[in-house]
Each structure stands twice: as C-alpha cells, then as structure tokens.
C-alpha cells in the first residue's frame, strides 16, 4: 500500500478529531453552564454531543497514530475496544436524531394533547433508553454473535462485513434493519409529517387572518425553518451513513473481493466525519445556541485580557512603591572618622 494513502487518511482522522473536539467540547460546556438550556429537544442534542466527543476523544487519536505507522499496532484487544467504542458512539448519535425527530413530530402535530407531550424528564428517560439499545446492539459482537476485525487498509476496526458465515450474516442483516433502516424511516416519517402539519397550519393561517397578516409571516417562516432543517438533517445523515451501508452491503452479499481495501476505508471515514456533522447542524442552525457559544468565547477573551491588564499595572505599581520606598529609607548620616580640611563634616548616604 503506497505511503501517501496513510498520510491523506491520517491527515483525514486529524481534521474529524480537532474539528469535533472543538465544536462538540463547546455544545457541551454551553449546555453545562446555561440552565435555560435544559428542555426536551435540546436532551438529545447534548447526548449527541457528548457521544460525539467521546468518539473522537478515545478513538480517532488511535486511527491517527495507526495511519501514521501504516499498520494497526494496538493488537486484537485494542481493535476490539475501538471497534466496539465507534460502534456504540456512532449508533448512540444515529438513535438521539431519530428520537430527536420523534420529539419534534409530537410536538408539531399534537401540541394541546397532554399524554403525548415529551417533557424534559421524558426526554431524559427517551435518552437513557436510546443509549441502551445502542449499547446491546454494540456489546453483542463481544459476545460471541459476530465479531470485530480490521477494515479497509488495516488502521481501523469494525463488524466482520465480510464474513459469509452465517452467525456473522446474521448480525449483519439485524444491525442493518435495527441500526439504518428503522432510524431512516423514523426520520423521515417525523419530518415528512412535522412538514405536512406546518404547512396545513400555514394555509389555515393564511385564510384567517389574511396573506399579508403578522401571524401568517410567522407561520410561513416557521415552515420554512423547518423544511430547512429537515433537509440537512436528512442529507447529513445519507451522505454520513449511507455510502458505510451500501458498500457493507455489497461486501455481505458479493464477497470480501469485490471491493478493494481503499475504497472500503472512504466510506468508514465519512461515517466518522458525523461527528463533525452533528454539531454543524445543531449549532449552527440553532440562532440562539450560536449567539451563546459567541458571548462565551467574547467573555472568557475579555476576562483573560483583563486580567493580562491587572497583572501589568500591579507589577507596574510594585516596581513603582518600590522605588519610593527604597528613597523614603535613604538619610543622610554624618561620619564623625571622616574630617576634611576646614573642619567641615562629609555626610554620608545610609540606606537602611
């Protein structure tokens, strides 16, 4: 395998790991710091974020070092702690988006209907039942059901795509149905209703108060945001995840040959680039998280000035009172030893 292909994926796992440090290690301390924060939808957002840095915390500096080698040095324990950490970090971010997008579709469409409502301990309790179904599909590969192994040129770890046998096979098709075909289709179910809803809401709007109304402006605004929102959500997501499905898929059904070890490495690493994703999405979509992150960031950059400011004039005062008191000891003293000619007295300056 030539040297600069490790070199470009290692080059790759450097920018996915500085990129979700920052932004996902700033969502978290936004969240951590601002109680107002702390409502339904934005539970899932910070579980993301968390799963996300946790991912690129333990993981990522691993396919860096590995690349960096041009080979896997951490042997078969350290392939499985690995695989086992990405798989549940990136099934535990897929799970919040789709309870995410559940959250929003009752909202939307059943707001006055009090059973349904997701309130913020539903939302914790949604969050805690997510990661638990993200980590029994994950720990059942430790298991004995299937197993982990070095994918695509060797410096990363996953499921045995490639196995035709049929414990492997049979993991493969439950985790493909439970783990990308049922979280899509939540997605896209959620938001194609949220969609339908805002704007039936739009034209009842439109036909009560008039076109031009204050209220309908707002609506159509509102359904614009949305159908925004589950745009980039919805490509986001495909082009995270989907080109990791299909060539799984592929090596499944055709065979461990079919596809070159290359190729198989570009989709596991833009599977792991949603950790750069996510945060973008949520984030940066989100006016009032964004504005946060800014007067958090001025904040701390006035203070450290600041403070910088105050440590300068306080060693500028010291030098200062210093001085003076070095000149407030000095006095004059006369040296009785010391007479000169004409019998007058030489002082002598004596600092005490």
Same mark, same amino acid.
């Given at each position: 395998m030539p040297a600069i292909i490790y070199i470009v994926f290692a080059v790759l796992s450097a920018i996915i790991f500085s990129t979700s440090i920052v932004l996902n290690g700033l969502v978290c301390l936004v969240f951590y710091k601002n109680k107002q924060f702390r409502n339904p939808p934005n539970v899932f957002v910070i579980s993301v974020a968390a799963s996300d840095l946790l991912f690129s915390t333990t993981t990522l500096p691993l396919h860096i070092v590995a690349n960096a080698y041009g080979k896997w040095i951490y042997e078969e324990e350290g392939c499985k702690a690995a695989a086992f950490i990405t798989f549940l970090s990136g099934l535990t971010s897929l799970m919040h988006l789709a309870a995410a997008s559940y959250e929003r579709y009752v909202a939307v469409v059943f707001p006055l209907t009090s059973r349904r409502t997701v309130t913020f301990q539903k939302a914790v309790r949604m969050s805690v039942a997510v990661c638990l179904y993200a980590l029994f599909w994950s720990v059942l590969p430790l298991c004995g059901w299937s197993g982990f192994e070095l994918e695509g040129i060797?410096?990363?770890? @996953?499921? &045995?795509?490639?196995?035709?046998?049929?414990?492997?096979?049979?993991?493969? #098709?439950?985790?493909?149905?439970?783990?990308? =075909?049922?979280?899509?289709?939540?997605?896209?179910?959620?938001?194609?209703?949220?969609?339908?809803?805002?704007?039936?809401?739009?034209?009842?709007?439109?036909?009560?108060?008039?076109? @031009?109304? &204050?209220?309908?402006?707002?609506?159509?605004?509102?359904?614009?945001?949305? #159908?925004?929102?589950?745009?980039?959500?919805? =490509?986001?997501?495909?082009?995270?995840?989907?080109?990791?499905?299909?060539?799984?898929?592929?090596?499944?059904?055709a065979g461990p040959d079919v596809i070159s070890d290359v190729v198989a490495s570009v989709p596991a690493y833009t599977a792991k680039s949603s950790a750069c994703y996510n945060p973008i999405i949520y984030v940066f979509l989100y006016k009032r998280l964004r504005r946060q992150i800014y007067f958090m960031l001025r904040r701390r950059r006035s203070s450290r000035t600041s403070k910088q400011s105050n440590e300068s004039e306080t060693w500028k005062f010291g030098e200062i009172s210093g001085r003076r008191s070095s000149q407030k000891h000095v006095q004059p003293v006369s040296d009785k030893n010391d007479i000169l000619k004409g019998g007058n007295t030489v002082l002598v300056w004596e600092v005490k």
């Open positions: 060797g410096t990363s770890c @996953s499921v &045995r795509w490639k196995s035709h046998n049929k414990i492997d096979l049979s993991y493969n #098709v439950c985790i493909m149905f439970f783990c990308f =075909v049922f979280p899509v289709s939540l997605i896209s179910f959620s938001y194609f209703k949220c969609c339908k809803e805002i704007m039936s809401s739009s034209r009842r709007a439109k036909s009560t108060w008039g076109k @031009s109304s &204050r209220f309908t402006r707002k609506s159509f605004e509102i359904e614009r945001k949305i #159908v925004v929102l589950f745009g980039v959500m919805t =490509v986001a997501f495909l082009v995270a995840w989907t080109p990791y499905a299909v060539v799984s898929l592929i090596s499944m059904i």
